[in-house]
């Protein structure tokens, strides 16, 4: 019964989502749904005997408010502080000094797909501090796209490899690293040392390979020759001009990775920082830097409005997806779904490395078929501690490959705000831009899972 009842109403989120409905009312419905049926047949009640309301009806919207307020106080806030600082930053223009602090040394390398892997691997570097994936594409789009473009590479080639480096959402700083790392009873900083690092690193080794010898072929097979177009002139439009923040200004978004990463267990142990207090320190920083470089209290001061205002923006995107999805998980769950499914891959006699691999690739194509990495994997991730408790392994072997799968399947996603906005830009089709794409970050996703199979199953 509760298997009938689920199919309907995963199919009909699935639909809503992929129709571009709101994913976190989507979700947030459908788990009140489930909550129904399940009180409804007897299955389970909605809230604990001790915690009823006493109407069925109101138990639904005291749970919801039970889920806002658990979200809202811990990791909500701290999803909340990433807005924000990545906001700031951009306010500022600490992002884009980064940026161009980063990509300087290109110009020493003569061959262009050596420099297009090369700068590759910076860019993935360089997301750890850009933590929105649209806002590097961006970024790079401006400063780094016409350097490509003027050692002969395609537009195609050099929008592929500013469209991509967020495809591994690593470090402190990024939502869903932030989420997995909750999900998976850690802090952010031993599950980016601890676990991400080991598989990102060699990934984004073959990645840069990949890029090199795939935009080599496909511009080979388009009857491009990168020779015949050395000195290309052809600008990235869509950004306007604007004074350019102090090369110091790069430092600013370092603060929190360094913060956390010297105040932790591996290092000094005696003083302890919380990702949201090293990314006020930054901000802070930074208002004084615009003190100095303006002059002008008043106007140094409201960045911190923008901090605030970039708390809020993602408040309904991402901190709505969480609370949603959690409805959502807490639906499946009542009702049976989660242990019909994993009774019937135990009795099947599934293990834990095939689970893990089935619930990566369902991220990957979610976040395709959404063109969101962020609602794929917030979708799912709260199944992920029950299910991975049911096969006797951490958490962490289940969210790590669901992690990388979804950002990865958004780099494919031709309906992606970084894939539109960068193909947009170059000038070319989404779906060509997807093409440049697809087989670097497939590779990379086959050798990711390989690995965390050897290493953490």
Request: charged share 10%; aromatic share 8%.
């Amino acid at each position: 019964m509760d298997i009938l009842i689920v199919i309907p109403v995963v199919a009909l989120v699935v639909y809503g989502i992929v129709k571009n409905f709101s994913a976190s009312a989507t979700l947030a419905i459908a788990g009140m749904v489930l909550l129904s049926a399940a009180a409804l047949l007897g299955i389970a009640d909605i809230l604990p005997v001790d915690k009823t309301t006493g109407f069925a009806p109101f138990d639904l919207f005291e749970l919801m408010n039970s889920v806002f307020s658990m979200r809202m106080a811990s990791l909500g806030l701290t999803i909340m502080a990433c807005g924000g600082f990545a906001s700031y930053m951009s306010h500022i223009g600490a992002s884009e000094a980064l940026v161009r602090l980063a990509v300087k040394p290109i110009h020493g390398f003569k061959s262009p797909y050596l420099v297009l892997s090369l700068v590759y691997l910076v860019c993935v570097v360089l997301q750890m501090f850009v933590t929105s994936a649209t806002g590097l594409g961006l970024l790079l789009m401006v400063t780094l796209y016409p350097v490509l473009r003027s050692i002969g590479l395609s537009p195609a080639s050099a929008a592929a490899v500013c469209a991509s480096p967020a495809a591994f959402e690593i470090g402190v700083t990024q939502v869903n690293a932030n989420f997995a790392a909750s999900q998976g009873g850690m802090d952010i900083t031993e599950y980016f040392l601890g676990y991400q690092a080991w598989v990102t690193i060699p990934m984004a080794l073959m990645t840069a390979a990949l890029h090199f010898f795939w935009q080599r072929r496909c511009d080979l097979k388009a009857g491009y020759i990168a020779a015949d177009h050395v000195g290309a002139t052809d600008a990235a439009e869509g950004e306007e001009e604007k004074p350019k923040a102090p090369a110091i200004y790069a430092l600013l978004p370092m603060i929190p990775f360094v913060l956390l990463l010297v105040f932790s267990k591996m290092m000094v142990t005696s003083i302890s920082m919380s990702l949201v207090a090293a990314m006020l320190i930054s901000v802070f920083a930074g208002m004084l830097f615009e003190l100095i470089r303006t002059k002008n209290i008043k106007e140094s001061l409201s960045g911190f409005d923008k901090f605030l205002a970039g708390m809020g923006a993602v408040f309904g995107p991402v901190v709505g997806l969480i609370i949603g999805a959690e409805i959502f998980a807490m639906g499946l769950k009542h009702i049976g779904a989660i242990d019909s499914l994993l009774g019937s891959a135990q009795g099947l006699g599934i293990g834990a490395a095939f689970m893990a691999v089935f619930m990566a690739i369902l991220i990957a194509i979610s976040a395709i078929m959404m063109g969101s990495g962020n609602a794929a994997f917030l979708s799912f991730a709260t199944l992920a501690p029950d299910v991975a408790k049911s096969f006797g392994v951490p958490a962490v072997s289940m969210l790590l490959p669901m992690n990388f799968a979804a950002s990865m399947g958004r780099t494919m996603s031709p309906i992606s705000a970084v894939v539109i906005a960068c193909a947009g830009i170059a000038k070319i089709s989404p779906f060509e831009l997807v093409k440049r794409t697809a087989i670097p970050m497939m590779g990379s996703f086959v050798l990711g899972m390989g690995l965390h199979l050897i290493l953490f199953m």
